[in-house]
């Protein structure tokens, strides 16, 4: 049985880019998961997979990267932000700005304290590419 369990995992990791090793301590690390079948493992990897494909090049098509031939953070990020089903991502793929912005914006929130927070929004908003 484990030899064939072993012949099984080896086709499946053709199939798959990710590694299955890596995706199986990622599903253990949740409390609710006590053990996880190699079935529900591999296609969590491949959806996965399909997933970051479908992710980077609707960046591409919808970026400015592809000028450049190029997928750029930038792209991901404002595909985050502005694509309803890429939402949930606008956390992990924050707009970039500059630190020294950011560090203007922190040392004006302890200026102004909480009381005019809607100020920052302007600077938010401006081209991170410039």
Request: hydrophobic content about 35%; glycine content about 4%.
């Amino acid at each position: 049985a484990e030899m064939a369990a072993a012949r099984l995992s080896g086709s499946e990791n053709r199939l798959v880019s990710l590694p299955l090793s890596r995706i199986r301590v990622i599903m253990k690390s949740s409390p609710e998961v006590s053990s996880i079948n190699q079935d529900a493992l591999f296609l969590t990897a491949k959806a996965t997979e399909l997933f970051v494909q479908y992710l980077a090049s609707y960046s591409y098509k919808h970026g400015r990267g592809k000028e450049k031939n190029a997928l750029t953070y930038t792209d991901l990020s404002h595909t985050a932000e502005e694509c309803e089903t890429f939402q949930f991502l606008a956390d992990i793929l924050p707009k970039k700005i500059l630190a020294s912005k950011y560090l203007k914006m922190l040392e004006k929130e302890k200026r102004d304290g909480e009381v005019r927070e809607d100020d920052d929004e302007g600077e938010e908003e401006e081209d991170e590419d410039e």
